[in-house]
């Protein structure tokens, strides 16, 4: 079982940044593809953005150009890094791993973290 540890979240004002980490308990060759996802009060999760272990990057339309996310191989780390942060981007962000072995895959999640963009 991989552990996923988010942290970095806070309050923070419109057009302000945080950086985001999700520090994983350990690295597996089986997990293919690590991303952060977010959920807003009365709206369903959504991918923010993806990172594969070939460095393919997915950022959803409402990020793009503001968010970066990268990793760190030797920490076992992903980041997020949120630029020019609007109060929609305000959602309980979940760190994702995805695994795929024998045909099948699955997912481990962070506990998540909160972001509050104020106005």
């Known amino acids: 079982q991989v552990q996923l540890v988010e942290s970095g979240g806070g309050l923070v004002q419109r057009g302000g940044s945080l950086l985001l980490s999700c520090a994983a308990s350990?690295?597996?060759?089986?997990?293919?593809?690590m991303g952060w996802y977010r959920q807003a009060p009365g709206k369903q999760l959504e991918l923010v953005a993806s990172?594969?272990?070939?460095?393919?990057?997915n950022y959803s339309d409402s990020v793009k150009g503001r968010f970066t996310i990268s990793r760190d191989n030797a920490k076992n780390t992903v980041y997020l890094q949120m630029n020019s942060l609007k109060p929609e981007d305000t959602a309980v962000y979940y760190c994702?791993?995805?695994?795929?072995?024998?045909?099948?895959?699955?997912?481990?999640w962070g506990q998540g973290t909160q972001v509050t963009v104020s106005s």
């Open positions: 350990e690295s597996r060759s089986s997990i293919y593809v």
């Open positions: 994702n791993a995805r695994e795929q072995a024998f045909g099948r895959s699955w997912d481990y």
């Open positions: 990172i594969t272990t070939g460095d393919s990057l």
